[in-house]
């Protein structure tokens, strides 16, 4: 029999079985930059989709389309929709022909950004879709990602989906849950969060979120053959025969097919037309084919397929698909390309987006508590108005790089020689357009910020030429040169009050500090080191020494202080206070102390032991900054030769410099010219943890760079990771598998524990992590490749030097985890002017207070007349984390709106919502629980 014949028989032979329900999901999958910038794309490709789509479904109404990116369709809407098409999709939307899914701005990666993050840029556009539409998403689409996250499918619940679609899973799931017919399971991610607020029916792609191979018509670079008359039949038994076996990975005869691709649909009539004909003759043939293709949206599909109730699927727990590997084994040897190279590249970038979020989450704060404070009817709301949109523009900018092609670095940079591939056309300079938009957001909030406390210190919105301006801003430098001394005001945009001591670099060592009635208090002066990536680049360069001084700052208040500069204020460049001594082997020996820890260090290996003062318990703890040589990586992916080297002969010690004063003990060490580590431990405030900064220089070509901490905590390869900010998983390596597949990202946190001790890590950035040995905890800072693994056309040439700094807690595993959610609380906002005018101090202080596990995690202002406010609270500990603080606590809305914003509020105002503040219920009762790992959303109307 001929191969034809062969396939004829196996369709007739099934048409016994009840016909196959196909659902055809047209959809187009756009990227908001990735080979060209989001302007790019939207000019030469997206622009040319909507026209065309909206034609093909006012003609044929059983035609349907999904839409999920709504930062390109907001773009559109706002400048090129005709309002014949506005109304036109109003009618689609209506009847159920269009559906938006997902509903952000961006789909947005899911190991990088914070559940702050994904939370903003979700909530962004839901809000936009329910102003214009009345509507609210009800299936996520999350299909490009490169793997998925346990506590975003659990914010996918709190955001009240009825279903989510994932694609990119590892080989080995991926063939398990084929085998299981596992791909649709009920998700029930949280580790705290009841199920009934956080589960999630979800549903995997089984091959790619692109319509098969051969039917891409109109794609970029495809030249698949049009539907003829003459073809029709073999196209369509082409069809059939690539779905079919898709029937028996799922459970419900339902098949979901997506239809579409990568921008595709530039030629709407082109991909309709073709699709129309292969519909009708597969429907026309039941026979032969016992199969049914209809064009549906994703809500139908789900709505189908849940029919028949949810028991019949199987349920997944608090588990994630990270890290994504495509592995193979060849001849019994196993081969993987493991796709967790991008937790770690491009880490300016990411540290970028991470300031970017912590002014944007300040500056929203800061904008609800003023604004709720005036009448609603003020008379500065010009100001508010301008205000506002500052917030507006810096909340846009900050979603677009959480894109899934952004925050992961996998961004084309032409200036590293990226060619963006078969896109010939556009701006390739993506990597430097998503800098660009970061720092926009952050000049935005910054803006924002400084003319809001400018407004609420009753300074005068004109009052002489020079406003607040970021301590980092040239200009402060300047003042300080000239010996102009500076009013210097903090803003706490937590939940919580903050005792500090805060480091502010300064360009003169003739400087001293008063408070807020302008008494001295102590402060610390050190110069900088010069060498180790230790010192900012840019203006950093003029910037000699680092200016430390204790700070009180309420929660969501202020603190005022005076820096007076010129010859009469003592110089305060600290020598040591605590002199260090030196050893039989001739190596001299640095002790740095506080109430709670002694280090022991020296100059040849740096750190040798810390001693928990309170228990008297000692650990060794090693840390080293170590280079792997890349194998075969790029900004994907994860691949090194043998074990991290030395930068220098025997991992010896470069050279260290020591500071010990009033404020704090420091010591750098100095792995080479380019890279090094400052270690910190203060006298007052976070005195609990010990700062750890990181200055990474320009690396060599195909290198990563890491930081290992050695302890001698007996963990067995286990270590623990937050997932977003908000939950956490146990990671267990598999000796079966590569060294790279045990990786896993770290967003905020990790740690490694035993029976009784813990190591553990605060983190400003999200990084690769592992623990390949007993006792070691080590991340991942920096890295550098020119090859191409997963892509031919983006590299990872990234020059730019690195600074971060993360804070690590050892101990007692209670004390140490405590320590290590102290030191994740946001640091204060720093402003400065000339000293030149008395600011009203009655205004400084608020008086708020929330149980210690407790945080108000968002405060936002729903409009510029503050007509509502958007809050919401988490429970900080999880369940079983710590055993006092892992209880439910009780929160007050009425009391905490009176502290914040003299508002009487009641029942009347208060109603709970979704995460993202669209779907919101019946009126609420204003005191509620909050149980450990909950996130709960609240709207509260004005009085």
């Given at each position: 029999?001929?191969?034809?014949?062969?396939?004829?028989?196996a369709l007739l032979a099934a048409a016994t079985a009840a016909p196959a329900q196909v659902f055809i999901v047209a959809h187009t999958h756009l990227d908001v930059g990735w080979l060209e910038t989001f302007d790019s794309y939207y000019w030469l490709n997206?622009?040319?989709?909507?026209?065309?789509?909206?034609?093909?479904?006012?003609?044929?109404?059983?035609?349907?389309?999904?839409?999920?990116?709504?930062?390109?369709?907001?773009?559109?809407?706002?400048?090129?929709?005709?309002?014949?098409?506005?109304?036109?999709?109003?009618?689609?939307?209506?009847?159920?022909?269009?559906?938006?899914?997902?509903?952000?701005?961006?789909?947005?990666?899911?190991?990088?950004?914070?559940?702050?993050?994904?939370?903003?840029?979700?909530?962004?556009?839901?809000?936009?879709?329910?102003?214009?539409?009345?509507?609210?998403?009800?299936?996520?689409?999350?299909?490009?990602?490169?793997?998925?996250?346990?506590?975003?499918?659990?914010?996918?619940?709190?955001?009240?989906?009825?279903?989510?679609?994932?694609?990119?899973?590892?080989?080995?799931d991926m063939t398990r849950m084929m085998a299981d017919r596992a791909l649709e399971f009920l998700w029930q991610p949280s580790s705290s969060i009841p199920p009934a607020r956080s589960q999630v029916f979800t549903h995997v792609f089984d091959s790619y979120?692109?319509?098969?191979?051969?039917?891409?018509?109109?794609?970029?670079?495809?030249?698949?053959?049009?539907?003829?008359?003459?073809?029709?039949?073999?196209?369509?038994?082409?069809?059939?025969?690539?779905?079919?076996?898709?029937?028996?990975?799922?459970?419900?005869?339902?098949?979901?097919?997506?239809?579409?691709?990568?921008?595709?649909?530039?030629?709407?009539?082109?991909?309709?037309?073709?699709?129309?004909?292969?519909?009708?003759?597969?429907?026309?043939?039941?026979?032969?084919?016992?199969?049914t293709l209809r064009y549906a949206t994703a809500s139908q599909y789900f709505t189908a397929v849940t029919a028949g109730g949810l028991a019949q699927f199987p349920t997944r727990g608090h588990e994630d698909f990270f890290p994504l590997v495509y592995s193979?084994?060849?001849?019994?040897?196993?081969?993987?390309?493991?796709?967790?190279?991008?937790?770690?590249?491009?880490?300016?970038?990411?540290?970028?987006?991470?300031?970017?979020?912590?002014?944007?989450?300040?500056?929203?704060?800061?904008?609800?508590?003023?604004?709720?404070?005036?009448?609603?009817?003020?008379?500065?709301?010009?100001?508010?108005?301008?205000?506002?949109?500052?917030?507006?523009?810096?909340?846009?900018?900050?979603?677009?790089?959480?894109?899934?092609?952004?925050?992961?670095?996998?961004?084309?940079?032409?200036?590293?020689?990226?060619?963006?591939?078969?896109?010939?056309?556009?701006?390739?300079?993506?990597?430097?357009?998503?800098?660009?938009?970061?720092?926009?957001?952050?000049?935005?909030?910054?803006?924002?910020?400084?003319?809001?406390?400018?407004?609420?210190?009753?300074?005068?919105?004109?009052?002489?030429?020079?406003?607040?301006?970021?301590?980092?801003?040239?200009?402060?430098?300047?003042?300080?040169?000239?010996?102009?001394?500076?009013?210097?005001?903090?803003?706490?945009?937590?939940?919580?009050?903050?005792?500090?001591?805060?480091?502010?670099?300064?360009?003169?060592?003739?400087?001293?500090?008063?408070?807020?009635?302008?008494?001295?208090?102590?402060?610390?002066?050190?110069?900088?080191?010069?060498?180790?990536?230790?010192?900012?680049?840019?203006?950093?360069?003029?910037?000699?020494?680092?200016?430390?001084?204790?700070?009180?700052?309420?929660?969501?208040?202020?603190?005022?202080?005076?820096?007076?500069?010129?010859?009469?204020?003592?110089?305060?460049?600290?020598?040591?206070?605590?002199?260090?001594?030196?050893?039989?082997?001739?190596?001299?020996?640095?002790?740095?102390?506080?109430?709670?820890?002694?280090?022991?260090?020296?100059?040849?290996?740096?750190?040798?032991?810390?001693?928990?003062?309170?228990?008297?318990?000692?650990?060794?703890?090693?840390?080293?900054?170590?280079?792997?040589?890349?194998?075969?990586?790029?900004?994907?992916?994860?691949?090194?030769?043998?074990?991290?080297?030395?930068?220098?002969?025997?991992?010896?010690?470069?050279?260290?410099?020591?500071?010990?004063?009033?404020?704090?003990?420091?010591?750098?060490?100095?792995?080479?010219?380019?890279?090094?580590?400052?270690?910190?431990?203060?006298?007052?405030?976070?005195?609990?943890?010990?700062?750890?900064?990181?200055?990474?220089?320009?690396?060599?070509?195909?290198?990563?760079?890491?930081?290992?901490?050695?302890?001698?905590?007996?963990?067995?390869?286990?270590?623990?990771?937050?997932?977003?900010?908000?939950?956490?998983?146990?990671?267990?390596?598999?000796?079966?598998?590569?060294?790279?597949?045990?990786?896993?990202?770290?967003?905020?946190?990790?740690?490694?524990?035993?029976?009784?001790?813990?190591?553990?890590?605060?983190?400003?950035?999200?990084?690769?992590?592992?623990?390949?040995?007993?006792?070691?905890?080590?991340?991942?800072?920096?890295?550098?490749?020119?090859?191409?693994?997963?892509?031919?056309?983006?590299?990872?040439?990234?020059?730019?030097?690195?600074?971060?700094?993360?804070?690590?807690?050892?101990?007692?595993?209670?004390?140490?985890?405590?320590?290590?959610?102290?030191?994740?609380?946001?640091?204060?906002?720093?402003?400065?002017?000339?000293?030149?005018?008395?600011?009203?101090?009655?205004?400084?202080?608020?008086?708020?207070?929330?149980?210690?596990?407790?945080?108000?995690?968002?405060?936002?202002?729903?409009?510029?007349?503050?007509?509502?406010?958007?809050?919401?609270?988490?429970?900080?500990?999880?369940?079983?984390?710590?055993?006092?603080?892992?209880?439910?606590?009780?929160?007050?809305?009425?009391?905490?709106?009176?502290?914040?914003?003299?508002?009487?509020?009641?029942?009347?105002?208060?109603?709970?919502?979704?995460?993202?503040?669209?779907?919101?219920?019946?009126?609420?009762?204003?005191?509620?629980?909050?149980?450990?790992?909950?996130?709960?959303?609240?709207?509260?109307?004005?009085?």
């Amino acid at each position: 029999w001929s191969l034809r014949a062969l396939l004829v028989a196996a369709l007739l032979a099934a048409a016994t079985a009840a016909p196959a329900q196909v659902f055809i999901v047209a959809h187009t999958h756009l990227d908001v930059g990735w080979l060209e910038t989001f302007d790019s794309y939207y000019w030469l490709n997206v622009s040319r989709i909507l026209p065309g789509v909206i034609e093909q479904l006012e003609a044929d109404p059983t035609k349907t389309f999904v839409w999920a990116e709504i930062a390109y369709f907001k773009r559109w809407y706002d400048t090129d929709a005709t309002e014949v098409q506005k109304s036109q999709l109003q009618t689609f939307v209506a009847r159920g022909q269009w559906e938006f899914v997902d509903g952000g701005i961006v789909q947005h990666d899911q190991a990088c950004p914070t559940a702050y993050g994904i939370a903003s840029q979700m909530t962004q556009g839901h809000r936009f879709l329910k102003q214009v539409y009345n509507i609210t998403p009800r299936v996520g689409w999350s299909v490009d990602p490169f793997g998925s996250s346990a506590a975003n499918a659990a914010l996918y619940g709190l955001m009240d989906f009825d279903a989510l679609v994932i694609n990119r899973i590892s080989s080995d799931d991926m063939t398990r849950m084929m085998a299981d017919r596992a791909l649709e399971f009920l998700w029930q991610p949280s580790s705290s969060i009841p199920p009934a607020r956080s589960q999630v029916f979800t549903h995997v792609f089984d091959s790619y979120f692109c319509m098969p191979g051969g039917f891409r018509w109109g794609m970029n670079g495809n030249d698949d053959p049009p539907i003829t008359p003459a073809n029709v039949e073999a196209r369509a038994d082409e069809l059939v025969k690539d779905l079919k076996p898709r029937l028996d990975w799922f459970r419900t005869g339902n098949l979901l097919v997506p239809w579409g691709c990568d921008f595709m649909y530039q030629n709407a009539s082109l991909v309709f037309h073709n699709t129309d004909l292969l519909m009708a003759y597969i429907n026309a043939n039941p026979a032969r084919y016992n199969m049914t293709l209809r064009y549906a949206t994703a809500s139908q599909y789900f709505t189908a397929v849940t029919a028949g109730g949810l028991a019949q699927f199987p349920t997944r727990g608090h588990e994630d698909f990270f890290p994504l590997v495509y592995s193979s084994d060849d001849h019994g040897k196993r081969s993987a390309q493991v796709w967790s190279g991008f937790y770690s590249s491009r880490p300016v970038l990411k540290a970028m987006s991470a300031q970017a979020e912590t002014l944007l989450r300040a500056s929203e704060s800061l904008f609800a508590i003023v604004r709720a404070g005036e009448p609603r009817e003020s008379n500065f709301q010009d100001f508010f108005d301008v205000t506002f949109r500052h917030i507006e523009s810096a909340r846009w900018n900050a979603s677009i790089v959480l894109h899934h092609d952004a925050i992961t670095g996998t961004g084309c940079s032409g200036d590293e020689g990226c060619t963006g591939g078969d896109q010939m056309g556009g701006d390739h300079n993506v990597v430097e357009n998503y800098m660009a938009l970061l720092q926009s957001s952050i000049i935005m909030s910054n803006l924002a910020i400084s003319d809001l406390i400018m407004f609420h210190m009753s300074v005068g919105l004109d009052d002489g030429p020079t406003p607040f301006l970021p301590f980092t801003d040239p200009y402060v430098s300047q003042l300080l040169q000239r010996q102009q001394s500076l009013i210097v005001v903090l803003y706490n945009p937590s939940s919580a009050a903050s005792t500090d001591v805060v480091s502010v670099n300064v360009p003169v060592s003739w400087v001293s500090v008063t408070d807020s009635k302008r008494a001295d208090i102590p402060s610390q002066l050190v110069y900088r080191a010069n060498a180790g990536g230790l010192l900012s680049h840019g203006l950093g360069h003029h910037l000699s020494y680092s200016l430390s001084f204790p700070v009180s700052v309420p929660a969501f208040g202020f603190g005022v202080y005076y820096i007076k500069a010129g010859a009469a204020h003592t110089a305060r460049v600290h020598v040591p206070a605590r002199a260090p001594t030196v050893d039989s082997n001739g190596l001299t020996i640095y002790t740095l102390e506080n109430s709670v820890y002694k280090i022991i260090a020296d100059n040849a290996t740096g750190l040798r032991s810390v001693t928990h003062k309170q228990t008297g318990v000692a650990y060794s703890l090693r840390l080293d900054l170590l280079f792997y040589e890349a194998l075969h990586e790029d900004a994907y992916s994860y691949s090194v030769n043998g074990t991290a080297q030395p930068f220098t002969t025997g991992g010896v010690l470069l050279k260290t410099h020591y500071f010990s004063g009033a404020l704090f003990d420091e010591l750098y060490m100095f792995y080479s010219e380019e890279h090094g580590v400052a270690v910190r431990l203060y006298q007052s405030g976070q005195v609990d943890s010990i700062q750890v900064e990181f200055g990474i220089g320009v690396l060599d070509l195909n290198t990563d760079v890491i930081a290992r901490f050695r302890t001698n905590i007996s963990n067995g390869g286990k270590l623990y990771t937050d997932t977003n900010g908000i939950d956490e998983l146990l990671r267990t390596n598999n000796d079966t598998h590569l060294m790279e597949e045990n990786s896993w990202p770290a967003t905020s946190y990790a740690y490694i524990r035993d029976g009784t001790s813990m190591l553990a890590a605060a983190l400003a950035q999200v990084h690769i992590v592992q623990s390949l040995g007993d006792g070691e905890l080590q991340a991942v800072l920096h890295r550098r490749s020119r090859m191409t693994d997963v892509s031919d056309a983006v590299v990872l040439d990234d020059v730019l030097p690195h600074r971060e700094t993360a804070w690590i807690s050892i101990g007692a595993a209670q004390t140490a985890n405590r320590a290590r959610h102290l030191a994740a609380q946001p640091r204060p906002v720093i402003v400065a002017r000339p000293d030149t005018t008395e600011l009203n101090t009655k205004r400084i202080s608020t008086d708020y207070d929330l149980p210690t596990q407790v945080e108000l995690f968002s405060l936002a202002a729903a409009d510029s007349e503050a007509s509502a406010l958007l809050a919401r609270w988490r429970h900080t500990y999880l369940v079983n984390e710590d055993p006092s603080l892992s209880q439910p606590a009780a929160v007050n809305i009425t009391a905490q709106l009176s502290q914040l914003a003299a508002w009487a509020v009641g029942p009347a105002q208060v109603q709970e919502t979704s995460l993202s503040f669209v779907h919101v219920g019946n009126i609420s009762d204003p005191v509620f629980t909050i149980t450990p790992g909950d996130i709960r959303s609240y709207q509260i109307a004005r009085p």
